[in-house]
């Protein structure tokens, strides 16, 4: 217990004194929460959902910016200035269990999204899927890369790398076409046969995307002691 001139420090006293002391501390610590909470953020990703595109021990950065404006800490939106589009990359809120997910969006409202086998039809137009070179397989940062197989994946002029297991059960590889309802998105891993997505959580209301995925901060090797993954420092996502 603190004293002055032989007395008890009051509570507003001790208030000012801490407040003199840490006030910056304070103002910058609630800044960056607010910063993170409505304008960007930077999350760990630690599944390989999405690899190639995207490694366990990736940090990226997410901007919270992209479609909307939220109320800092709510889900409350103030402006909404865009939607989703096909082939973004995206961060929401798990609706079975609130844990934060980053998928890339496959199907937006309106659409008619079908899976034969791990090849996608959007519309009625069937994705074409071109073989990655034993080049441009190497370059890639998968360390268990001849476990898989590695396609270009072209719909509706979006295009992306995907991978498939070499010997997939084919349990999650069909669905059978669906319409996408208003408010709804429809997502998927681009690593297909080892991804929890709306194959399984079901599709993503709109409320609960919180902002687009554009680049990697920094990056470490989760199965090397945290090894930092130089090469993916200050890159952007494909």
Known sequence: ??????GVY??????NKFWSEWRSFVVFVVVMLVFRSAIADWNQ???????????PG???????????????????RIFRWGEPNRGDVVTFDNPQDERLFVKRVIGVPGDVVELRR????????????????PDEIAKLPIPDASAHRFFRETVLGDSRVIMVNRR?????????????????YLMLGDNRDNSSDSRRIGLITRDRIMGRAHAVA????????????????????P
């Open 1 to 6: 217990m603190g004293c002055r001139d032989g």
């Open 10 to 15: 009051s509570v507003t006293e001790r208030f």
């Open 45 to 55: 990703v630690p599944s390989g959902s999405m690899k190639p595109s995207i490694l």
């Open 58 to 76: 990736d940090r990226i950065v997410v901007d919270k910016l992209a479609y909307d404006l939220a109320v800092p800490f709510t889900w409350v």
């Open 118 to 133: 791990n090849r996608l039809f959007i519309n009625g137009d069937k994705a074409s899927y071109e073989p990655l070179g």
């Open 168 to 184: 997939a059960t084919g349990t999650y590889s069909t669905f059978p076409p669906q319409e996408i309802p208003a408010g709804y």
């Open 218 to 237: 920094f990056s470490v090797d989760l199965d090397k002691y945290y090894l930092p993954r130089l090469a993916r420092f200050f890159t952007d996502l």
